[in-house]
């Protein structure tokens, strides 16, 4: 049965309005409200971090944020930049400038509509949380090393990127440490920490840029204090939306269109992965809360959406953030238009308010964005999975070392390697292969049709159950089985009753085992094959080389066939 468009591609915001009332508009229209004031001090933070400006942040937060609602698979997710995309947008950036970025993320985005409408929503939730957490931790630790210039006002103009330079260069400069803007940065944490016990209603980091905005305003005109730094010193001023131009897309005199693609595949890889991954958990965690289920295949196809488009505004990547997404699911935003209002609220701040952007402190945001990472260090799920397997804590550490040393493309690449093989071998060990020579106890055998005191397995016969997977991980350990055993019985019935599924190793593994006992004129007999097996088997044409009448359903039918061949034998001599 063909699955139709709508299955894979079915905006909420559609259903949703069908019987829309105005009691609902009003409680979205106040969370809209309320989202847009959380996302303003975020959204500039997380432009300057990313090494772009505070317009690019706005930019990005106001169209990918209408988008991700307008087209996106869940009701209540809140589209925009998050901290998880600095460290990536940053060193695109630093590789490769920012048509790169422009270019990387269109990719990303076409990339995440494929993903979409090819299913591959709900695969993507089989990403191991060892792995998450691992990756997770590294850009929060990432996030919180890139302040240390704003938060003690070191005035580096020429930060390393990798991580451990950084901090040499750090380390190198604190006899510069202008304790102004440490004073604002200390102020602006203690600030933002302390609010939510005052008022949980008001973003702590908004009021944190406020009052240290002003607090730095008056300092510059009325106590000449000059030496802290604010966004208007650094960055052009926002002062609206601009036009959508078309990605610059100059070419070397060597290079090609699609070796600039093949060369920014990587990044674009890793974006759409990570915008996949952050914004379907984000939707896991909304549904948990409001008992909604989202559908993952039109979410991805969202933000796929909003990542094409937001580019050519000279935005940056966005994905669902779970922090907004949360504050509007706590406000009462029940519907996409809470996400829309959101975007037309930071809208109006771009377009009445850009010019006041200017004077908000640098050490401040610095304060904001140290905050936000430890929010996503999840230091506790560190502790957590410290009390978990090696195996799983191994995953973790290694991701989490990867995308702190090197970047976030090999930590993914490597911490998935690691954790399929760990899956492999676990999985590996769990599989039992055991050995009969005389009898069958039947009381824990569920394909025994006639219950008896003991299955008498016949003198000739050798049984040999595979418990677990026939894949390409135990086919040798089975092969190692075989030959362990010293007299080669006469017939040999393979019991496969617990053997959920095989794959083409397996497969292979079995021909050649029966290919190898046919030359020794041992029979092959199969026993307990599922229908899934047994159909795999029957394509691969396994019936021709063993016999169909010898691919049997429960042990009794294959014990009696081996009987038979045993006693034919014996006839003939």
């Avoid at 998880?84 to 590789?95: P, R």
């Avoid at 693609?261 to 984000?282: K, W, Y």
């Avoid at 993914?412 to 899956?423: D, N, P, R, S, T």
């Avoid at 418990?467 to 086919?475: E, L, N």
Wanted: with cysteine; charged share 15%; hydrophobic share 50%.
């Amino acid at each position: 049965m063909k699955a139709s468009l709508s299955d894979v591609f079915a905006p909420r915001l559609f259903s949703c309005l069908k019987d829309y009332s105005r009691e609902r508009f009003m409680t979205d229209l106040m969370a809209g409200i309320i989202v847009g004031i959380v996302a303003i001090p975020l959204a500039i933070a997380f432009g300057i971090a990313s090494g772009v400006g505070p317009t690019e942040g706005l930019l990005t937060a106001i169209i990918a944020g209408f988008l991700v609602s307008f087209f996106g698979g869940t009701k209540v997710q809140i589209g925009g930049p998050t901290g998880a995309f600095i460290v990536i947008v940053y060193g695109i950036i630093q590789q490769y400038g920012l048509g790169g970025l422009t270019i990387a993320t269109i990719m990303a985005g076409v990339l995440l509509i494929f993903m979409g409408f090819f299913h591959l929503g709900s695969v993507i939730k089989f990403v191991p949380y060892p792995v998450i957490v691992g990756f997770t931790g590294g850009i929060a630790l990432t996030i919180f090393s890139t302040q240390m210039n704003d938060l003690f006002g070191l005035g580096i103009t020429d930060v390393p990127a990798d991580f451990i330079h950084k901090w040499i260069c750090y380390f190198k400069n604190f006899s510069h440490v202008n304790f102004w803007a440490l004073g604002v940065g200390l102020l602006s944490l203690l600030i933002i920490v302390l609010t939510p016990k005052i008022s949980k209603k008001v973003p702590g980091s908004l009021v944190a840029i406020v009052v240290m905005t002003v607090a730095v305003y008056l300092l510059r005109e009325f106590c000449g204090v000059t030496s802290i730094q604010t966004i208007g010193d650094l960055y052009e001023l926002p002062s609206g939306i601009p036009m959508p131009h078309v990605p610059d897309m100059t070419l070397a005199a060597d290079e090609t269109y699609l070796s600039v693609i093949r060369r920014l595949f990587p990044a674009a890889f890793t974006i759409a992965m990570l915008g996949a991954i952050e914004s379907l958990l984000s939707a896991m965690v909304a549904d948990g809360v409001t008992g909604d289920k989202h559908n993952s295949n039109t979410e991805l196809i969202g933000q796929g959406i909003a990542n094409v488009v937001v580019p050519f505004f000279g935005g940056i990547p966005a994905t669902g953030a779970i922090a907004r997404t949360m504050t509007n699911i706590n406000n009462g935003g029940r519907t996409p238009v809470a996400g829309i209002v959101h975007a037309f609220v930071l809208l109006l701040v771009l377009l009445a308010l850009g010019r006041l952007v200017g004077y908000i402190p640098m050490p401040c945001l610095a304060g904001v964005l140290i905050v936000v990472s430890y929010n996503m260090s999840g230091w506790r799920a560190f502790v957590s999975l410290s009390k978990s397997p090696k195996s799983d804590f191994s995953v973790l550490i290694v991701t989490f070392i990867l995308t702190v040393v090197f970047d976030l493309t090999v930590a993914i690449e490597i911490g998935l390697l690691l954790a399929v093989v760990l899956f492999i071998r676990r999985v590996n060990e769990s599989s039992i292969i055991r050995v009969f020579r005389d009898e069958i106890d039947p009381g824990d055998n569920l394909d025994v049709t006639v219950h008896e005191e003991k299955l008498i397995i016949p003198e000739g016969v050798g049984v040999y159950e595979i418990d677990g997977p026939y894949f390409f991980g135990i086919a040798n350990k089975f092969d190692e089985i075989m030959s362990e055993v010293a007299d080669a019985p006469k017939v040999r019935v393979i019991r496969m009753r617990k053997v959920p599924f095989m794959d083409s190793t397996g497969l292979h593994n079995l021909e050649n085992l029966c290919m190898q006992s046919q030359r020794a004129n041992i029979k092959v007999v199969l026993s307990g094959v599922n229908k899934h097996v047994r159909s795999m088997l029957l394509k691969a044409k396994f019936d021709q080389l063993v016999g169909e009448e010898n691919i049997c359903s429960n042990i009794n039918e294959a014990l009696a066939k081996a009987g038979e061949y045993v006693g034919a034998e014996s006839t003939q001599k």
